[in-house]
């Protein structure tokens, strides 16, 4: 191989700036418009063969690859319509030679005098070419790929013309590489975004399908995760004696690891020995289970009350494990409201040996009692300011015996309160009127 190579040089072109300008901003117009690399990479190719002709142009990289091989990611006998993303498993991959040379040198250079023996490994590639201009795009200062532009005449380019080729070269590289690594992220994303949907469907496959039919009960329930997957749960137990239990727990967090603990939660919880009877023996279970086997410290816990229902006394024993107290809204003696707070613990899965401690209301026909979880009264408004309690006890409003019409005012009330911003935690309501 015969060459003579020397360090590309150069001053600032000649000619008409302002045509030179207006090129370059039709070239950047169009740039920024593209949204696909290879798409970019066409027309760049189409603006630059008509700004800087050339008898061809070849495309190298060493990503992936160890030194001295190289792969060939573009060549002008392939056409500008390959593209090399897609079809990366068929690169060629050589070794050595004069582009080897140059991409591991990682210079701009110029070959002036180019001849090219039979055993160069890109011989097809060069062997027409007499002069030929490479300029290297780095990443983390290491020239990782180098574009070579041919002429097939010796000395065949406008030295005051390689500076300015070779800055938007690398301009060109680094704006291609950001845009592919965009589609990579977006195509990570959306990857991301379908197996949260798959976790979502599972989480809300553990909550019940559809609600019971419990005698002296009229339900109603409402559940949205903020994101794909949540931590919010709510669940129904058959008892003896026609009692049911009503289960509503808050897994600290949000998303997919929330939503994991979630489903260990109703695992473990649907795993009592018996009847889960009284509620404090279900919380204590579940407290011992977690802070065995999955919380330990890492500082996760889940919020939960649980009541018993009996038809036959319309009595509700309950135990609260840190959860927000539910609501009682007493319509027998004229419209009052009470909270379900005389049984109060710490949260499951912070200390293995808590004690869960039972209280017992007396409900009346009438009466509506409202289950919630803190993405309800946690919801914030544009200038932070929490919801609460106050307006949550207002939403209820007078008594009602539509339970759906109960959580539709709760639910309006949140949405006018927050401007209808999109909530940033899950919101879980369940509504029982006692007949």
Known sequence: MNASVTPAMGTTPAGNWQDRLEQVRQMMLEMSQQTDAQAMVQRYAARVRTTSPNDGILSVSRRGVLEPHFKITRSFRWGFDFDPWK????????????????????????????????????????????????????????????????????????????????????LFGRVTHNLLLSRQLQDAYDSVDRELQVVGDIQRSLLPSKLPSIHGLKLAAHYLTSRRAGGDYYDFFPLSDGRWGIFIADVSGHGTPAAVLMAVTHSIAHGVPGDPDPPSRLLKHVNEQLTRLYTNGNGTFVTAFYGIFDPATKRLAYSCAGHPPPRVKSCSDGPSRTMLDESLSLPLGIIDDEDYTDA??????????????????????????????????????????????????????????????????DQTLIVARVE
């Open 87 to 170: 079809n990366a498993l068929s690169l060629p991959v050589l070794q050595g030679g004069l582009l080897g040379r140059l991409l591991y040198e990682g210079m701009p250079r110029l070959v002036e005098d180019l001849r090219v023996e039979r055993d160069d490994p890109a011989h097809e590639h060069l062997h027409e070419a007499r002069s030929l201009f490479a300029m290297p795009a780095y990443d983390g200062g290491v020239a990782l790929n180098m574009t070579f532009v041919l002429s097939n005449q010796p000395r065949g380019f406008d030295y005051d013309s390689l500076p300015n080729q070779f800055w938007m070269s690398s």
């Open 360 to 425: 017992t209301v007396q409900l009346h026909p009438g009466d509506v009692l409202v289950l919630f979880t803190d993405g309800i009264t946690e919801s914030r408004n544009q200038s932070g300011e929490l919801f609460g309690l106050d307006r949550l006890d207002h939403a209820i409003g007078r008594c009602s015996n539509d339970t759906e019409l109960v959580i539709r005012n709760i639910l309006l009330a949140v949405e006018d309160f927050s401007d209808s911003a999109p909530p940033n935690d």
